[in-house]
């Protein structure tokens, strides 16, 4: 597959806005270095997974890496992430009445993956920030995976010690997920069973489209976690915001 290369504009501004405040991701369950402050256990940031000192920088190209490009060094374009191996080899979910079929997951949604699929560590991330002092790195390099190993955060997270994290693990089979990283349906009415999205960026109640496609991002926004689930929209009227019926 031929993995166009991000603007450089693009870049920047994915390196830009991780300098301004977007406050709400701290104390959030995807802030990685205040993990342990949040669930008063001392046996996360630091011991199971590297604490970078900068929440943002386990998913956003820190601020002094600006411009650079990480998918020179295997990344997601734009994102301080490697690109998952498994990445080509995802089961997309398809169905006979799907309009279209997707072989890979852009990288917007290849971000979110690349945690969420359980293959990689949370804090195998491209670049560390310049602050950041190797020795105190940690002793482990842990996986959101709920499997009962060392590898694995389910090595504590399996319900007894800590809260199961199985249900948070997607997996690299996608198919009994919402398919993703599809053009939308109901672009210029092309299918009456899709609403026409609002504007270009989506639609009118937040719900967002990103290059015209459906991606985790779409439905989930990490940086608003006062709502069940990141969700941009309650479960209630998330879907018929695009489904007619
Ligand atoms: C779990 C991954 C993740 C972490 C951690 C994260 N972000 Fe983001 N950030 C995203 C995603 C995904 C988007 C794109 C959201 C969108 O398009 O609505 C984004 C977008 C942004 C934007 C663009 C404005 C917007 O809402 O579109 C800013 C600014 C930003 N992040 C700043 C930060 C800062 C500052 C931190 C650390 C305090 C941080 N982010 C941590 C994933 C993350
Ligand atoms: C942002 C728009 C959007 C939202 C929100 C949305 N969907 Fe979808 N959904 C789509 C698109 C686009 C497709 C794929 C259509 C295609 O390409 O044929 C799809 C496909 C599906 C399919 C597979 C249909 C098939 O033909 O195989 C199911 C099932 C589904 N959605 C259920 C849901 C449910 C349940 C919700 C709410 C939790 C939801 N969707 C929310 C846009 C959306
Ligand atoms: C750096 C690793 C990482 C990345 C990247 C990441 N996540 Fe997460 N995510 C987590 C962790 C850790 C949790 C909390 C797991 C738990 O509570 O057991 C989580 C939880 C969630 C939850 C459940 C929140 C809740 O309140 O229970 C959703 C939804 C979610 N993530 C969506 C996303 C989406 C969408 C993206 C991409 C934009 C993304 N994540 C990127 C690590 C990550
Ligand atoms: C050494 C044991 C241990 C390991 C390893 C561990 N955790 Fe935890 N974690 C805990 C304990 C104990 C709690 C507090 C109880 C709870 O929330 O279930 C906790 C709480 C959390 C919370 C906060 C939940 C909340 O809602 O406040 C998140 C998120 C989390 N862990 C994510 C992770 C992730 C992701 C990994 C793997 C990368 C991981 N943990 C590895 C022991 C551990
Ligand atoms: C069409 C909307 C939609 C899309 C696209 C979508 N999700 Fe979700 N997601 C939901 C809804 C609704 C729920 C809650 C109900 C459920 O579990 O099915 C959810 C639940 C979750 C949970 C939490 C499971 C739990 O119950 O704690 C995680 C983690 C998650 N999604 C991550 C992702 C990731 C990663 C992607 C992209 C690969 C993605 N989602 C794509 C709508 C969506």
New binding site residues.
């Given amino acids: 597959m031929k993995i166009a290369k991000p603007s450089i504009a693009l870049l920047l501004l994915t390196t830009l806005a991780a300098q301004a405040n977007a406050g709400t991701i701290l104390g959030s369950?995807h802030d990685f270095t205040g993990?342990n402050k949040?669930?008063?256990?001392a046996?996360?940031s630091g011991?199971?997974?590297a604490d970078y000192g900068s929440a943002c920088v386990y998913c956003h190209i820190p601020a002094e890496k600006e411009g650079e490009d990480s998918s020179t060094l295997g990344g997601i374009p734009g994102w301080n992430r490697y690109t998952p191996a498994t990445s080509t080899a995802y089961d997309l979910y398809d169905s006979r009445t799907l309009d279209n079929k997707v072989r890979s997951p852009s990288p917007i949604s290849l971000l979110c993956l690349s945690c969420h699929d359980g293959t990689m560590?949370?804090d195998m991330t491209v670049f560390k920030p310049d602050g950041w002092d190797s020795s105190k790195d940690a002793s482990?390099h842990?996986?959101?995976n709920g499997g009962n190993d060392l590898m694995?955060?389910g090595?504590?997270?399996k319900g007894d010690?800590?809260?199961s994290?199985e249900i948070k693990h997607i997996g690299t089979d996608l198919q009994n997920d919402h398919p993703i990283s599809m053009q939308y349906a109901g672009l210029n009415n092309r299918d009456m069973d899709y609403r026409p999205p609002d504007n270009d960026w989506g639609f009118d109640n937040g719900v967002k489209l990103y290059d015209s496609r459906v991606e985790c991002a779409t439905c989930h926004n990490v940086h608003n976690p006062d709502v069940n689930l990141l969700l941009r929209v309650g479960a209630d009227s998330l879907c018929e915001t695009c489904h007619t019926k």
Avoid at 38 to 41: H, K, M, S, T, Y
Wanted: proline share 0%; with cysteine; charged share 15%.
């Fill in positions: 369950k993990l949040r669930a008063q256990v046996a996360m011991v199971a997974f560590s949370v482990l842990v996986r959101l694995s955060c090595k504590c997270h010690a800590a809260h994290i």
